[in-house]
């Protein structure tokens, strides 16, 4: 499949897929951007990975579950060239990880959604701060 056809299919994720991805992470976006910082302080720069199974209305990231781990940027120069990889690399060595996290939904599909969030209220130092202490707090990292 070319870098075209990629493209064709990511837009054409089933309908209301990207609200749903954009609904999780707000509603989750204080633990990634946390995650982000510590992975960020722990190893450079990186993205938080989920499983789009995850993602479901109202799904809110707590009890000590791992909806999500950071990978940083060394793996992500690990993995195989394509189209999903150049989003990735472009999108991580862009991203301000004073203000910003990068997330990398994996769909159902086989395929890949990345959103660079740009944190509105919180800093991902902050948020970090705030969370590493809470018991259900547990970051994750892929190996």
């Known amino acids: 499949m070319n870098r075209a056809e990629q493209r064709r299919q990511q837009r054409e994720q089933r309908p209301g897929e990207a609200g749903l991805h954009k609904e999780f992470i707000a509603l989750n976006g204080k633990r990634m951007a946390a995650l982000a910082w510590h992975g960020f302080q722990r190893e ?3 993205m938080i990975v989920v499983d789009a199974q995850n993602c479901v209305p109202g ?5 000590g579950e791992s909806l999500g781990a950071f990978v940083p940027l060394s793996h992500v120069r690990k993995m195989p060239e394509s189209p999903p990889k150049q989003d990735a ?3 991580i060595v862009a ?3 004073t ?3 990068v997330v990398n939904i994996l769909r159902t599909d086989g395929g890949a959604s990345f959103y660079r969030i740009t944190c509105p209220t919180t ?3 902050e948020a970090y701060e705030q969370l590493k ?3 259900d707090f547990q970051p994750q990292r892929l190996n």
């Open 44 to 46: 450079g720069r990186g």
């Open 123 to 125: 800093a991902p130092s």
């Open 59 to 63: 799904k809110r990231w707590e009890d």
């Open 133 to 135: 202490h809470s018991p």
């Open 89 to 91: 690399l472009r999108m």
């Open 95 to 97: 991203y301000d990880p």
């Open 99 to 101: 203000t910003d996290f």
